[in-house]
């Protein structure tokens, strides 16, 4: 009877995530939103007090309601975060309020900072305790500074005392430090019991936390002996005791490390998990290559904002906000600019007598900029990877002087060919090839030095250095070329 059942049973067909399902998703979001939209403006031009169209409007927002709200239940929380992303506020709050309660933490855990204050603002008590409720110590430790402190306190009410003092001590951490990021729930067996008692052990638990690929053997004061990997336990005898087949080489982080350090270790050594030991051994955490990704994901973000001189902010922010996050770079551009344009307008009389130096000068401040992008790149990169030492500057600085000039030689003869066919002057193209050379060096020279020197000061050294790079190749660009004019073409 049972079996027959069973083979009557359909198979079950598996649902395929897909990050363009979430765009999808959101076009209908922002469609559905457009419609409803476009109802209440009918409504409001009919004549006040018309209780019939007040009775349409309502019944077509519910509809509404009813439909996005079903749509929301089957997306996956990530999706769902991506949607509250790509609205502007008010429709984010509106949409926020149709998740399902049971959604709520993973939400507020999936979406941007930026997003989540917007969405915790929109939150009673009753909700914001529900929600972060059943969390654990280490999603609650990211939550807790956007929560009401009032909200935090009533949930640590709720939890254990080996609970309330993990929040504790992941909320004592750095933000950006590996005790920031490291969850508690992991596997720990003694290293004299058997497999046999091992495996009996885990078909005890509920299930295995996330990312679960060793476990980790610890003594009676929980110092960490070694590691039993997932794959050796399975096919290791029964019988064999722990401390027989455990690893006992293994990398291990400190809570204080950086998060972007133990991101390049798991990068290295392809790993899935990593235990976390205090300053005595003890086994507190792990970092598991979920949060790693969170964390090369965020860095990635940042470097990118910061090359242009800007933070995080909500795309739908109000304008005064966008003004104070953007402006002072852009002053600060267009404070250099206008040194560019000094230093080309002191060779008036070179230019005048020239006039097709004007045409050609912004290549060479171009060309410049360019190949110290590229360079600062390279710098930027091998920073964040920690290949760059006292020992190995000076080597690179010479590669890539080196590489430039090779660039510079083979690009010159290009610009000099097209200075030459459109002047008819061989004097002019070799300026122009000099020129192009000499800043090119410069930008490769600022490439390497801007970074170095803000991370020498503990900067980002992302941070404004494109600007400081336009600076440079522009003012000195044009001051070599006008200037390389003045003295051979004059």
């Given at each position: 009877m ?12 598996p ?9 999808i ?16 403006d ?7 007090g ?12 519910r509809?509404h309601?009813a ?38 933490a993973?939400?507020?855990l ?34 807790a500074?956007?929560?009401p ?8 009410k709720?939890?254990?005392?080996e ?11 750095p ?6 990021i ?46 039993l ?9 029964p ?18 490390d ?5 991101a ?12 976390v ?48 996050n ?18 080309a ?18 290549i ?26 006292g ?20 690009g ?5 060919l097209?200075a ?9 193209a ?15 020279s ?12 503990g ?11 336009t ?17 051979f073409?004059?």
């Amino acid at each position: 009877m049972t079996q027959s059942a069973a083979a009557q049973k359909p198979p079950a067909t598996p649902r395929r995530l897909d990050p363009e399902d979430a765009q999808i998703a959101l076009a209908e979001v922002q469609e559905r939103l457009r419609r409803q939209q476009l109802v209440a403006d009918l409504v409001h031009r009919q004549e006040e007090g018309d209780a019939k169209a007040t009775l349409v409007e309502d019944l077509v927002h519910r509809q509404h309601e009813a439909e996005l709200k079903t749509l929301l239940d089957g997306l996956h929380p990530a999706d769902i975060a991506f949607i509250l992303e790509s609205l502007p506020k008010d429709e984010r709050q509106a949409i926020w309020k149709l998740v399902s309660p049971e959604h709520d933490a993973d939400v507020l855990l999936e979406v941007e900072d930026w997003v989540r204050e917007s969405l915790i603002e929109a939150m009673d008590r009753q909700d914001l305790v529900a929600a972060t409720g059943n969390m654990d110590a280490d999603e609650l430790a990211d939550l807790a500074p956007d929560l009401p402190p009032d909200v935090v306190a009533e949930v640590q009410k709720g939890l254990t005392e080996e609970e309330r003092a993990q929040l504790l001590e992941a909320m004592g951490y750095p933000e950006d430090s590996v005790g920031a990021i490291m969850d508690f729930e992991m596997v720990r067996v003694r290293e004299d019991v058997t497999l046999e008692v091992v495996l009996r052990y885990l078909r005890r638990l509920h299930e295995l936390p996330d990312h679960t690929d060793q476990i980790f053997v610890v003594d009676r004061q929980d110092k960490l002996q070694g590691i039993l990997p997932l794959s050796r336990l399975l096919v290791s005898e029964p019988e064999t005791e722990v401390r027989a087949v455990m690893n006992a080489d293994f990398l291990t982080l400190n809570p204080l490390d950086s998060d972007a350090d133990a991101a390049g270790a798991f990068e290295r050594y392809d790993l899935v998990s990593a235990p976390v030991m205090d300053d005595q051994g003890r086994l507190i955490g792990r970092v598991t290559i979920a949060d790693v990704v969170d964390v090369m994901r965020e860095d990635s973000q940042e470097q990118a904002l910061s090359r242009a001189g800007l933070q995080e902010e909500d795309i739908f922010a109000p304008v005064t906000t966008a003004l104070r996050n953007r402006a002072p770079w852009l002053l600060l551009n267009l404070c250099t600019a206008a040194t560019a344009s000094f230093v080309a307008s002191r060779f008036e009389g070179t230019v005048s007598h020239i006039v097709i130096l004007a045409f050609l000068m912004s290549i060479v401040a171009g060309i410049g900029g360019n190949s110290g992008n590229q360079t600062m790149t390279l710098i930027i990169r091998a920073l964040a990877m920690g290949r760059i030492t006292g020992r190995n500057l000076w080597q690179l600085v010479k590669r890539e002087l080196f590489v430039t000039l090779l660039v510079g030689l083979c690009g010159s003869l290009v610009a000099a060919l097209f200075a030459w066919v459109i002047s008819r002057s061989l004097s002019i193209a070799l300026v122009m090839m000099a020129a192009m050379i000499c800043n090119m060096l410069v930008g490769a020279s600022v490439g390497v030095l801007v970074p170095m020197v803000r991370a020498r000061f503990g900067k980002d050294p992302a941070m404004g250095s494109s600007v400081l790079l336009t600076f440079a190749t522009d003012s000195l660009g044009f001051f070599i070329f006008l200037g390389l004019a003045t003295i051979f073409l004059l």
